[in-house]
């Protein structure tokens, strides 16, 4: 059985395989030739499954199932089938792209490699052609061109030069054996043998120099046996001879040098600073003298063959063309080389070494420790060494002006080495330059350096180790754009914190100048000031124009616009109100915080401008503004600023005087949108008031009693909102707003405009028929005395001057002069008995047209008091009175 069921099993898919190849039916057949081949296939299915033994017939089903199954298997090939084949087409076509492009760019290389190819075998002919011996006579003489030496010539030249190298070799074996007498003479007078202590004779040196000369002279002569077609200076065996001599002769002069610090230490223990002074006569004096006339008459022997050595800090010119050994002592002197040697080895040893003391981030280590070495020795050099130098032979050197310029050039070596690695590290780079600005300026204010100038050029002119750095464009440009980017952060700091605009109450100096200031000002004026700081010392004027150019006027122009900006709002909130809108914004820009608002604005303009005086006196921008004026090929942003400061107005012109100018308009702005916001309240207030009737003889609370002056006693009920708001706004200013002249800016355009609406409102309105009777001018003169011209409070104010008189009577001058013509009594009032002049005398006077103008003035003045209104609006003001008409 299980043999049987697995033949079925394999024999099963193989004639489920023939009948699916039976099902495989022609495309083009008939319908009686479909239905025999269907038959046939159906009978040979069933004669198949009959033939199988002991087994049962498959039912339809299965047979779907089993093709269902080949069909889904077929399927899934075609599909793998298909994707690999799309695969391998994207490949293809991939492949093909790259081949493209990398024959894109293989084309011009083999091109190139093909005109080369070209041009040398153009090369290889022209080079045969011109080794053969002649040309052929045919060839034109015109057609000739200039050839290259022949090989026979080239094999001549190579002759000659061998055997100038067959000298050289003899010659480079005595410079060798120069070489080693010179070493083992260096060793013996660095240590010399117990019978001679000391340094070596003076005669010894002198042969010694002796023998220089003449390897010097034989180098020289060398130097001339090269063709002349040849360049020396290329010739790197030369540079070889030449640094052996330069080596050898460095050795000499270090061991003369060694052995005279050594006689100090000995002798004096120098570099130690406490010590006596030297007494001449005693024998250590006198050995470190001997000393120094040994080392003395060598370098004298050196210098008397300037075409030989030099011993110059400077590099003489043609020294490389005419084979002069150049070797840089300090100041010339072996003297003050060795005085330096101790202590060149004491700031090697801190400062350059991998101690504690030798830290990128204190830079003001090895500045004070030169400070420190300068103070200590000043005393003794400038006496005992000066003196000892005259005695040898070099009264002519100062010392000590040597000894500071050579401490100077360590410290500038020290800074060139550090600062690039403190380019990435910009407070450490900062507070370096800062640190050597301080240095400098110590040694400018001490008077180290002689105001002669010395050998190196180190004068009274020196720029000092600052402009070791700041020389360099890249180092300065890295500082310079730190320090820029850390003032930048400061000044949005300052125009954008919380309390910009407040009033600074602790800070001294407005209390000392009488003159309130915000924080945002007080911090402006503290940050101009810091950056003046940065760069008043600097060196250069170039250094000092970046600053002042791209940092403080930029500040200064930050600040200016950040006021304007705040300006800026106040306006546009003026036109939302005019024009109806509303907005959260416009509501912080009235009542009594708008007001704050603009008085603070208006005090960091006037602060602003007080600096701005102090700093226009500063003998530092005075002398920097003419120095710029002199500069022949100013940058584009400083004769952008010369411009303005050029057209700026005025006589006395300063750098700041294009600021001021911006200033000086804003505090304009400033105090025009002040009196603006503030008459502009009051005068929605006052419509109740102008609104009221004046033609009222007597009110229902002094009915029966007979009217009269006596019976005003109280403001009228429509102005106490105008009038307290009047108060409150000018004690406000009075308080906050100083000193006295800037606060009667304010004061005086705000009751000047407040009194020409009451006049136009009330008396001079055209077309209006306000009839203002005797005792409506009482009232009015009343709320005028009472109300406009009272502005004491019972608030207390902090400051003293809030306690001082504004004295308006001088602003509401013409209100005043206009109640004293509407409250004259006419014949009919009861107080006519008592006044000076009639009302209707007073028509009389104004309304005479022959009378002169002249005259009724002076009548008026005299009578009434009257001085500051003209005839015509006498008589406006007089028709406001009922009882004109009458007359």
Known sequence: MPATRARRTTEGPREIDELVDLLKLPAAQDDHQLRQLASQAHQQIHSTLLSNENTTSLSDQEIL?????????????????????????????????????????LKPQSEQIHEEYMRHEDEYIDHHESLKPGRTPSAPTSQKRPQKPGLVEALAGQIGWLKELGRLKLWFGVLLDFRDRTAELVHQATHPDGRAAGPAPARETEALADQIFELIQSYQDFRRLAPPNNNVSRFTLYDYIHQIIRHALSGLIEAIAGHLAQTLEDEIAWPQPSRAPLEFKAPSTTRILASFKTAVNFQNKLNSRPDLVSLAEQQPERAD?????????????????????????RFRFHFDSSRPTNRLDKPEWYFNHVLDRLAEHEKFIKSDIQKLFEMSGQGSTKVFHGFTVQL?????????????????????????????????????????????????????????????????????????????????????????????????????????????GTNSSLGMQDLVEQIKSKYELLPRLSYQTAFLVKIQMVVLEAYSQRIGGVLDGFERSRLISVVGGDSGRAKMNVGMKGLERLVKVYISCNWLLACFRTWNDDLFYAELYDKLGREESPSPELDKLLRSVEAAAGLDRTLFSPAV???????????????????QEISAELKPYFAKRWDLESGPETEGSGGGAAEVDELSPEIVPAIGLWKARMNYLRGTVGPRVKLNRLVKPIAQEIEAKLLLKMVFEPFSIRAISHR???????????????????????????????????????VLDACK???????????????????????????????????????????VQVSCLSRSECQLVLKRRPECWKT
């Open 65 to 105: 199932d089993r093709l269902t199954l080949k069909e889904e298997l077929a399927q899934k090939e075609f599909q793998a089938a298909d994707s690999q084949l799309t695969e391998s087409t994207l490949a293809v076509q991939r492949m093909i792209g790259e081949a493209r492009q990398e024959i894109q760019t």
């Open 321 to 345: 063309q005419d084979g002069v050994v150049w070797l840089p002592l300090a100041e010339g002197s072996i003297l003050l080389k060795a005085i330096l040697r101790p202590i060149i080895l």
């Open 408 to 516: 100077i050039k360590i410290v500038e070596k020290k800074l060139k080495r550090r600062i690039p690695r403190m380019l990435e590290m910009k407070p450490i780079l900062a507070h370096t330059i800062e640190s050597a600005i301080a240095f400098d300026q110590t040694i400018k204010q001490m008077g180290y350096l002689s105001s002669e100038p010395s050998t190196t050029g180190y004068s009274a002119q020196w720029l000092g180790t600052a402009d070791a750095i700041l020389s360099n464009p890249h180092w300065f440009s890295v500082w310079f754009e730190a320090e820029k980017r850390f003032v930048d952060d400061m000044c949005l700091e300052i125009i954008s914190s919380n309390d910009t605009w407040e009033i600074n109450e602790e800070d001294q100096r407005p209390m000392s100048m009488g003159l309130p």
């Open 661 to 679: 100018a911006r200033f000086e308009e804003l505090a304009k702005r400033a105090e025009a949108a002040i009196v603006r916001q503030v008459v």
């Open 776 to 814: 409506g001018g009482l009232q009015i003169q009343f709320d005028l005395l009472f109300g406009w011209l009272n502005t004491t409070t019972t608030t207390s104010l902090s400051a003293d001057r809030s306690t001082q008189p504004l004295r308006l009577e001088r602003h509401f001058s013409k």
């Open 821 to 863: 013509l509407l409250t004259c009594p006419s014949a009919s009032s009861p107080s006519s008995v008592s006044a000076p002049l009639m009302f209707e005398e007073l028509v009389r006077i104004c309304f005479d047209e022959a009378s002169p103008e002249r005259e009724c003035k002076r009548l008026l003045k005299e009578r």
